[in-house]
């Protein structure tokens, strides 16, 4: 048997646990453009990643207005809508969603 070395026995070894969380979650997208939806979800998951709980999305295009609608629900009873351009920059949505969660 080798002989023991001091401090490995006799340490205390901690142990750290890594949780992937997702806090904002796309379940559906309806009418966006194909050229669009990455940037679009892309954009919304962004601004949902320093969210503390976890988020659902849904996005669709109003056909009557032409802007995206998403609505955001979360935990007791949370639930918001925004609207932006079908043409909004990426930058924009992610703060209009941050913002939105912050309420």
């Known amino acids: 048997m080798p002989p023991r070395s001091p401090g ?3 340490t ?3 142990t750290a646990t890594i949780v992937f969380t997702v806090p904002l979650t796309i379940f559906d997208t309806k009418g966006l453009p194909a050229v669009r939806r990455e940037r679009i979800e892309a954009a919304v998951v962004a601004g949902g990643k320093q969210a503390v709980g976890s988020y659902e ?3 669709a295009v109003d056909p009557f ?3 995206v609608v998403v609505m955001i629900t979360g935990r007791f009873g ?3 809508r ?3 351009p079908l043409d909004a920059e990426a930058h924009e949505i992610t703060e209009r969603v941050r913002l939105t969660l912050e309420d």
Request: proline share 0%; aromatic share 28%.
């Open 8 to 10: 490995f026995y006799g």
């Open 12 to 14: 205390n070894v901690q």
């Open 57 to 59: 999305a849904w996005i």
């Open 65 to 67: 207005n032409g802007a």
């Open 78 to 80: 949370f639930e918001r």
């Open 82 to 84: 925004l609207q932006f």
